[in-house]
């Protein structure tokens, strides 16, 4: 599991499920398992808090911003 936060201010953002390994490019929407303070503004995803934009939805997927967001925890192997 990993934890997204924001790279402003580190409110969490969510909780997504990783799956393979790399960097987190884009977020699938049924892989996020908790949403925190991640707010969905019209076809973004934002910060609660100072309302970075973390990603742009599209469909059933994030693609996530790679200087907004930061993340810790560990990724499933496949
Ligand atoms: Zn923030």
């Known amino acids: 599991m990993l934890t997204i936060k924001c790279a402003r201010c580190k ?9 393979g390994m790399g960097k987190v490019l884009r977020c699938y929407k049924d892989r996020i398992t908790r949403l925190y303070d991640g707010e969905v503004d019209g076809d973004n ?24 967001f930061t993340y810790s925890g560990s990724k499933i192997r496949k």
């Open 11 to 19: 409110t969490k953002i969510m909780k997504y499920k990783k799956i």
């Open 45 to 68: 995803l934002i910060c609660g808090n100072c309302e970075t934009v973390i990603g742009q939805i599209k469909d059933n997927k994030v693609d996530m911003i790679q200087d907004h």
